[in-house]
């Protein structure tokens, strides 16, 4: 940059510089325009304008005349009140905005970074009734509603409640009325709408309920929470259902629903009605604000009556996705917590569950009933590990006989060969899938626990050793993101050495070394590691536990297991025709073997 550029640049900026100090406006000129502004929010607040205000004004208040002519007209003007009503569990804020909850906190509980916990936030939720009256659309939601009463407490068994009135006229109205009990997560609605049916048109007659919500983000792992999150129903006359978890989702419940769960990972917003919800309509969707969670969306038709006063009863719950929270309330509200399908399922509501919520009584730290929940639960699979390592200690001291009819019959002719190693295992008595089936019993229980602690609330906000919180990775390793990976969960690398320790371990002592499917064995670990690293840290410390206690009965039942003697005994099978009855595998594998046989007798 030469100089004459430089000298420039610094004329250009003095020249601004000045233009916008001589250009400001003056303290008096200031004032004017707070009091234009004063003003004009006063008409629109449906005040008495100020003697002075100008044609702006003047224009606000035509305005507001043409409001006061509308249905509700009075309703559409007013300042916000808010009622609070707190228990033990919850603070709920109800507005007279649409005379609808506001917000609620749930008390004793924090977001990942320590603020406090929002199930609905201030700005992010709407909730109303949507009718025509007078040939007008009507949503009670942008309507101010007059409260009748103020804050209260409770605690205990201890009740109160709060209504908001929304006038028509003085026959003609609509009534919220809230309650709330002590040491609850629920929140009464009772709705009145006495003489609403006068104003509607005969043949359009009805009302609809409409409730939206944008959920923010309470966990650490974004990217988890969201993939958990989503609407929950329950149909009256069938069971929970609900949208996509993964991708933005529409539904059209053919049938009548009993109640509509906005459900975040940890924490849900449920909706239950007395009254059966017909023509519902649920959406939900991702956002492209980070901070956002999903949308919900949820209408719904409520049944009209032909009498005077049409009275309508919901319940709000407000709490945590806890199993045993949320079964308590009944109506099947623990069917939104994952605990997988099939087997799994099975496992962890009749098995894992119970023994989990028995140890948690005794109040200890969550890593030590990991621990307890592990030991128990190896314990008794452990005749299953046992039988399995002997069925593969029985095939490892046959492997040399096998490989010797291999070299005798080769390979050209594979029904040979299997007839040969069927007749050794006939007369030594070894069953050749009998390493197999054990493990493949225990397989639904390991994969019950990938269900189970990625959706276990009593994990949320818990410390054990380095990690400060078991629901989540823990992350003491974080660098800019490469691939999508921004971390290194300590965890999982352990869990991950362990296996890797466990798969050499095998192979060293099955005679395995030299086969080419060892490798398997090794990048199996090595794939799982990129997978879980990202999954919470209580399930990877059950997994790194797991196979700690793998290995160590791998190298005790080692201990047990004497080649030379296992090989005596098949030997000595092989002379009593005693331990020669055919095994119900060995049966079907000598039918189908014949089959074959038959089979290619009648090509040739």
């Given at each position: 940059?030469?100089?004459?550029?430089?000298?420039?640049?610094?004329?250009?900026?003095?020249?601004?510089?000045?233009?916008?100090?001589?250009?400001?406006?003056?303290?008096q000129e200031l004032k004017q325009e707070q009091k234009l502004q004063d003003?004009?929010?006063?008409?629109?607040?449906?005040?008495?304008?100020?003697?002075?205000?100008?044609?702006?004004?003047?224009?606000?208040?035509?305005?507001?005349?043409?409001?006061?002519?509308?249905?509700?007209?009075?309703?559409?003007?007013?300042?916000?009140?808010?009622?609070?009503?707190?228990?033990?569990?919850?603070?709920?804020?109800?507005?007279?905005?649409?005379?609808?909850?506001?917000?609620?906190?749930?008390?004793?509980?924090?977001?990942?970074?320590?603020?406090?916990?929002?199930?609905?936030?201030?700005?992010?939720?709407?909730?109303?009734?949507?009718?025509?009256?007078?040939?007008?659309?009507?949503?009670?939601?942008?309507?101010?509603?007059?409260?009748?009463?103020?804050?209260?407490?409770?605690?205990?068994?201890?009740?109160?409640?709060?209504?908001?009135?929304?006038?028509?006229?003085?026959?003609?109205?609509?009534?919220?009325?809230?309650?709330?009990?002590?040491?609850?997560?629920?929140?009464?609605?009772?709705?009145?709408?006495?003489g609403i049916q006068n104003l509607m048109d005969v043949k359009t007659r009805?009302?609809?309920?409409?409730?939206?919500?944008?959920?923010?983000?309470?966990?650490?792992?974004?990217?988890?929470?969201?993939?958990?999150?989503?609407?929950?129903?329950?149909?009256?006359?069938?069971?929970?259902?609900?949208?996509?978890?993964?991708?933005?989702?529409?539904?059209?419940?053919?049938?009548?629903?009993?109640?509509?769960?906005?459900?975040?990972?940890?924490?849900?917003?449920?909706?239950?009605?007395?009254?059966?919800?017909?023509?519902?309509?649920?959406?939900?969707?991702?956002?492209?604000?980070?901070?956002?969670?999903?949308?919900?969306?949820?209408?719904?038709?409520?049944?009209?009556?032909?009498?005077?006063?049409?009275?309508?009863?919901?319940?709000?719950?407000?709490?945590?996705?806890?199993?045993?929270?949320?079964?308590?309330?009944?109506?099947?509200?623990?069917?939104?917590?994952?605990?997988?399908?099939?087997?799994?399922?099975?496992?962890?509501?009749?098995?894992?569950?119970?023994?989990?919520?028995?140890?948690?009584?005794?109040?200890?730290?969550?890593?030590?009933?990991?621990?307890?929940?592990?030991?128990?639960?190896?314990?008794?699979?452990?005749?299953?590990?046992?039988?399995?390592?002997?069925?593969?200690?029985?095939?490892?001291?046959?492997?040399?006989?096998?490989?010797?009819?291999?070299?005798?019959?080769?390979?050209?002719?594979?029904?040979?060969?299997?007839?040969?190693?069927?007749?050794?295992?006939?007369?030594?008595?070894?069953?050749?899938?009998?390493?197999?089936?054990?493990?493949?019993?225990?397989?639904?229980?390991?994969?019950?626990?990938?269900?189970?602690?990625?959706?276990?609330?009593?994990?949320?906000?818990?410390?054990?050793?380095?990690?400060?919180?078991?629901?989540?990775?823990?992350?003491?390793?974080?660098?800019?993101?490469?691939?999508?990976?921004?971390?290194?969960?300590?965890?999982?690398?352990?869990?991950?050495?362990?296996?890797?320790?466990?798969?050499?371990?095998?192979?060293?002592?099955?005679?395995?070394?030299?086969?080419?499917?060892?490798?398997?064995?090794?990048?199996?670990?090595?794939?799982?590691?990129?997978?879980?690293?990202?999954?919470?840290?209580?399930?990877?410390?059950y997994y790194f536990l797991a196979a700690v206690f793998t290995f160590l009965?791998?190298?005790?039942?080692?201990?047990?297991?004497?080649?030379?003697?296992?090989?005596?005994?098949?030997?000595?099978?092989?002379?009593?025709?005693?331990?020669?009855?055919?095994?119900?595998?060995?049966?079907?594998?000598?039918?189908?073997?014949?089959?074959?046989?038959?089979?290619?007798?009648?090509?040739?």
């Amino acid at each position: 940059m030469d100089r004459n550029t430089l000298i420039g640049l610094v004329l250009i900026f003095g020249i601004l510089a000045g233009s916008f100090y001589l250009m400001k406006p003056s303290e008096q000129e200031l004032k004017q325009e707070q009091k234009l502004q004063d003003s004009i929010k006063r008409a629109k607040d449906g005040l008495t304008p100020l003697a002075d205000t100008n044609k702006v004004v003047a224009a606000t208040a035509v305005d507001s005349s043409a409001v006061l002519g509308k249905p509700f007209g009075t309703a559409r003007l007013g300042e916000e009140q808010i009622v609070t009503l707190e228990n033990e569990k919850i603070i709920a804020k109800i507005s007279s905005k649409g005379g609808q909850v506001k917000s609620v906190e749930l008390k004793d509980e924090t977001n990942y970074d320590g603020k406090p916990l929002m199930v609905l936030d201030e700005n992010h939720n709407s909730f109303g009734l949507l009718f025509k009256a007078n040939g007008e659309n009507i949503n009670t939601s942008e309507l101010n509603f007059t409260p009748q009463g103020g804050n209260a407490t409770v605690t205990g068994e201890n009740a109160q409640s709060v209504s908001f009135r929304l006038n028509y006229s003085p026959t003609q109205y609509l009534e919220y009325t809230y309650s709330i009990k002590g040491n609850d997560y629920s929140l009464g609605l009772d709705v009145k709408a006495v003489g609403i049916q006068n104003l509607m048109d005969v043949k359009t007659r009805s009302i609809a309920l409409n409730w939206e919500s944008a959920l923010l983000q309470k966990e650490l792992n974004g990217k988890s929470e969201r993939e958990k999150s989503t609407i929950f129903y329950k149909e009256v006359a069938g069971g929970v259902d609900h949208l996509s978890e993964t991708s933005d989702d529409t539904e059209k419940p053919e049938n009548k629903l009993n109640w509509i769960a906005f459900k975040q990972h940890f924490f849900s917003a449920v909706l239950t009605s007395n009254q059966p919800l017909n023509n519902t309509e649920l959406a939900v969707s991702a956002d492209a604000a980070p901070y956002i969670v999903k949308r919900y969306k949820a209408s719904a038709d409520l049944e009209f009556a032909a009498q005077k006063d049409n009275q309508y009863s919901f319940n709000f719950f407000f709490g945590p996705n806890k199993y045993k929270v949320l079964k308590a309330h009944g109506n099947d509200f623990q069917q939104i917590i994952n605990m997988g399908w099939g087997p799994m399922g099975w496992i962890n509501k009749f098995i894992t569950v119970p023994i989990f919520d028995f140890l948690d009584g005794f109040a200890l730290s969550y890593g030590i009933i990991i621990l307890i929940l592990t030991i128990f639960l190896k314990g008794v699979l452990f005749p299953l590990t046992y039988k399995s390592y002997q069925s593969m200690a029985k095939m490892r001291v046959l492997k040399p006989q096998l490989d010797e009819i291999k070299e005798k019959v080769g390979e050209d002719n594979p029904m040979l060969l299997q007839q040969e190693q069927m007749k050794l295992y006939k007369q030594a008595g070894v069953n050749p899938l009998g390493g197999c089936l054990p493990l493949v019993l225990q397989m639904p229980f390991t994969l019950a626990f990938f269900f189970f602690f990625p959706n276990l609330f009593e994990l949320r906000g818990e410390s054990f050793l380095w990690i400060q919180d078991l629901s989540t990775y823990d992350a003491p390793i974080t660098f800019p993101a490469i691939f999508g990976i921004n971390h290194i969960s300590l965890m999982c690398v352990l869990m991950t050495l362990t296996t890797l320790l466990t798969t050499w371990y095998n192979n060293a002592t099955s005679g395995a070394a030299n086969n080419q499917m060892k490798y398997i064995g090794y990048i199996m670990p090595l794939i799982f590691f990129f997978v879980l690293n990202n999954f919470p840290a209580g399930l990877n410390y059950y997994y790194f536990l797991a196979a700690v206690f793998t290995f160590l009965t791998q190298v005790i039942i080692r201990q047990f297991l004497d080649d030379d003697k296992i090989l005596a005994k098949i030997e000595s099978n092989k002379k009593n025709p005693k331990v020669q009855k055919k095994s119900s595998f060995q049966q079907k594998m000598e039918e189908m073997m014949r089959q074959q046989q038959a089979t290619q007798q009648k090509k040739k």
